[in-house]
Structures are given as C-alpha cells and as structure tokens.
T-cell receptor
Framework: GDSVTQMEGPVTLSEEAFLTINCTYT??????LFWYVQYPGEGLQLLLK?????DKGSNKGFEATYRKETTSFHLEKGSVQVSDSAVYFC????????????FGQGTELSVKP | SAVISQKPSRDICQRGTSLTIQCQVD?????MFWYRQQPGQSLTLIAT?????????ESGFVIDKFPISRPNLTFSTLTVSNLSPEDSSIYLC???????????FGQGTRLTVV
C-alpha cells in the first residue's frame, strides 16, 4: 500500500544551521505531497505542498522539491531559527480519494539558541 | 480556507465509558476525515465520513469501536467506545479543500483514559 517514510528524530540543531529532513514515499500513481508542521501546543498546519513532479513548494524559508525519480520530497531550510522548533510531518494524498492523507511518522526538530 | 471547530479540546474518561467528539466546519464539504495521533506517533486515518452514507473505515478500525455520524455537510461526530488506556490519543477531524488543494484540521481532542 501507499506509505511515507521520514527521517527519524529528534533532530537538534543550533540556530542558523542548515536543515534537511528526508522524506520518501511509496505510491501507485502520482500523489500530491505535503509537509505539515505542528508547533508546540498548536494544531496541525500546512507548511508547503507540491502537486506534480519537479514542483517546488516553499514557505517561511522552507523548500521541498517533488522528485519522481527518487520518490522523495525532502524538506530543507538554509538557516533555522528557534521558532522553527516543532514536529514536521511529510504526507501524500490522491485527490481522487477525496484528499485523505497518509502521513510519515513525524520528525521532531529542536533548535537551540 | 476552512475553519474547523472541534470539541471537547480534552477530556479524561474512565475505562469502559465512551466519548463523543464533535466537529463543525464553516462551509459545506463532501468528505470529512477522522485521524488518531497516539502519543509520540504520527497521524493515522480512522475513517472517512460521507454525508448520507456509512463511513468508510481504514484497516484496523471498526464501526463498533468508532461509530461516526454525518448528519449534514458541515458536521460530524466520532465516538470512541468502550474506552481503554490504549485509546489515549489525540483525535483530529479534517476536511480537504479542492480549491486550496490542502487539508485543514481541527485543534484536536486530547483523550486520556484512566
């Protein structure tokens, strides 16, 4: 079945460090891909998305490129801040299934000043 | 965007009892989704609730344990029945916007079973 695999956490970085969180997927067909973020004490919110191969999603300095050949959607940010500390979830969805999401296991990021 | 109101936000329940979670959306949607997030874990889809028909459950989830109602296009409830400590989780409802091409989530219900 369809699945998403994320890099294990927790990840601890110093402020201004470079961030990569790996995400790969297994799916029959070509899903849309998403990164969701869950800040401490808050609900889940969309960070960025890509709907087709080679699309790059970006938001708040984060980027991820939909790579069909490697079935990957790695999240990157050039310089993290303490406020980026959160749990990050990679997910996929097929619109013909109504938009239900399959999530990766989540990666907890902690950024130290 | 879609605004989702979910309640209660948290509850502590005795084992063997049930908890019903309500989800209200500010616009009409065809499908609503219910997810479970166990402590330290990812989100797992429980079921898809369609208005006017039976909910569709994912593997490992059954209607007797997680009955769902969907009386109209803006509202749904999830009941977690015969509670055990293993049911302690965060439960979230969600809708998908075809216009925004993204899913929106309620704030979640944190359930603790004692």
């Amino acid at each position: 079945g369809d699945s998403v695999t994320q890099m294990e956490g927790p990840v601890t970085l110093s402020e201004e460090a470079f961030l990569t969180i790996n995400c790969t997927y297994t799916a029959t067909g070509y899903p849309s891909l998403f990164w969701y973020v869950q800040y401490p004490g808050e609900g889940l919110q969309l960070l960025l998305k890509a709907t087709k191969a080679d699309d790059k999603g970006s938001n708040k300095g984060f980027e991820a490129t939909y790579r069909k050949e490697t079935t990957s959607f790695h999240l990157e940010k050039g310089s993290v801040q303490v406020s980026d500390s959160a749990v990050y979830f990679c997910a996929l969805s097929f619109y013909n299934q109504g938009g239900k999401l399959i999530f990766g296991q989540g990666t907890e990021l902690s950024v130290k000043p | 965007s879609a605004v989702i109101s979910q309640k209660p936000s948290r509850d502590i329940c005795q084992r063997g009892t049930s908890l019903t979670i309500q989800c209200q959306v500010d616009s009409q949607v065809t499908m609503m989704f219910w997810y479970r997030q166990q402590p330290g874990q990812s989100l797992t889809l429980i079921a898809t609730a369609n208005q006017g028909s039976e909910a569709t459950y994912e593997s490992g989830f059954v209607i007797d344990k997680f009955p769902i109602s969907r009386p109209n296009l803006t509202f749904s409830t999830l009941t977690v029945s015969n509670l055990s400590p293993e049911d302690s989780s965060i439960y979230l409802c969600s809708v998908f916007s075809t216009g925004f091409l993204e899913a929106f989530f309620g704030q979640g219900t944190r359930l603790t079973v004692v």
